[in-house]
C-alpha cells in the first residue's frame, strides 16, 4: 500500500529556513501529484504547495516566493523549501499523495514545524 514518510521539520527562528522532505513507496511515484498541507491548532487543515506529474506547481498565496515544492522521481520524494520563515508558518505539515489512477488521497504522519519570533 501507499506510504508517505515526512522528515525535515523542527524549531527554527523566523527569517530562517527549513526543508520538510517526503518519501513514498507502494506506488508508481512519477504518475502522481504531490502536496504539502499544513494545519495549524484551531485551523483547517489548508493547502501549501501542489506539484503534478509535470511538474506544475501552485502555491499558497501566503508562501509564494518563499517556499518551493519540487520533487525527484528517481528517488520518490517530494521537498518543500521553506525560506523566510514567519512565525505564522508554525504549523504540523502534510504530505499529500494524490493517486492519479484512483483519485484517492494519501497522507503522511504530519511533520511539526515551529518558527519563534
Known amino acids: 500500500q501507499v506510504q508517505l514518510v515526512e522528515s525535515g521539520g523542527g524549531l527554527v527562528q523566523a527569517g530562517g529556513s527549513l526543508r520538510l522532505s517526503c518519501a513514498a513507496s507502494?506506488?508508481?511515484?512519477?504518475?502522481?501529484?504531490m502536496g504539502w498541507y499544513r494545519q495549524a491548532p484551531g485551523k483547517q487543515r489548508e493547502l501549501v504547495a501542489r506539484i503534478t506529474s509535470i511538474f506544475r506547481t501552485n502555491y499558497a498565496d501566503s508562501v509564494k516566493g518563499r517556499f518551493t515544492i519540487s520533487r525527484n522521481n528517481t528517488k520518490n520524494t517530494v521537498y518543500l523549501q521553506m525560506n523566510s520563515l514567519k512565525p505564522e508558518d508554525t504549523a504540523v505539515y502534510y504530505c499529500?499523495?494524490?493517486?492519479?489512477?484512483?483519485?484517492?488521497?494519501?497522507w503522511g504522519q504530519g511533520t511539526q514545524v515551529t518558527v519563534s519570533s
Open positions: 507502494g506506488t508508481v511515484f512519477r504518475l502522481n501529484t
Open positions: 499529500n499523495l494524490r493517486s492519479s489512477s484512483s483519485l484517492s488521497d494519501y
